[in-house]
Antibody
């Protein structure tokens, strides 16, 4: 079955960096776009970033553009999110999510369990 | 920036029909997706491409879209449907940025 397991979260001071990873299994990782979505405590979902199945294109929410970088290693079935210049408002549970393929079921088919990032001095 | 607008809350009695709306200027050009999130859990896709239902999602869940508004309908709502529901779409300007609505808390009691 599909599994998405996030790692790398934790507490960090404002202005510092953190790198999240998402280990994928149970599907052909290199065939699917992948996303990061976050949820601040008690708040709604916020889309963060997407990377195309082959890494050829990436897009970011305005709130993280220029500070966060999404990447993937299809040889290791791993998705990453490098987060720099972190702010208090980046505090959230971060989910990685698998996108469906055009012509099949689309949307975010599977989600990781989420990992908490806390930015505080 | 592109926004999707949902009502903060909807309340129905068991067996009634719940309707949750999502409005956005890009919806005439882009599909709407709906996610259910129960407390402490990751979201689950319940409707994709405006009106399609993934396997395993009960038939009481349906979706529609007309103009700038998409609607999630739960016919004969059950207590176990109580959750937060989020619509999602992408920016129609071509930059492929995603956006979620603010979420709607559905209460069934």
């Amino acid at each position: 079955q599909v599994q998405l397991v996030e790692s790398g979260g934790g507490a960090v001071q404002p202005g510092r960096s953190l790198r999240l990873s998402c280990a994928a299994s149970g599907f052909t990782f290199s065939s699917h776009g992948m996303h990061w979505v976050r949820q601040a405590p008690g708040k709604g979902l916020e889309w963060v970033a997407v990377i195309w199945y082959d890494g050829s294109n990436r897009n970011y929410a305005e709130s993280v553009k220029g500070r966060f970088t999404i990447s993937r290693d299809n040889s290791k079935n791993t998705l990453n999110l490098q987060m720099n210049s972190l702010r208090a408002e980046d505090t959230a549970v971060y989910y990685c999510a698998r996108e469906g393929m055009v012509g099949d079921i689309t949307g975010f088919l599977d989600w990781g369990q989420g990992i908490l990032v806390t930015v505080s001095s | 920036s592109y926004e999707l607008t949902q009502p903060p809350s909807v309340s129905v009695s068991p067996g009634q029909t719940a309707r949750i709306t999502c409005s956005g200027d890009g919806l005439p050009k882009k599909y709407a997706y709906w996610y259910q999130q129960k407390s402490g859990q990751a979201p689950v896709l319940v409707i994709y491409e405006d009106s399609k239902r993934p396997s395993g999602i009960p038939e009481r869940f349906s979706g529609s879209s007309s103009g700038t508004m998409a609607t999630l309908t739960i016919s004969g709502a059950r207590v176990e449907d109580e959750a937060d529901y989020y619509c999602y779409s992408t920016d129609s300007s071509g930059n492929h940025r995603g956006v979620f609505g603010g979420g709607t808390k559905l209460t069934v009691l």
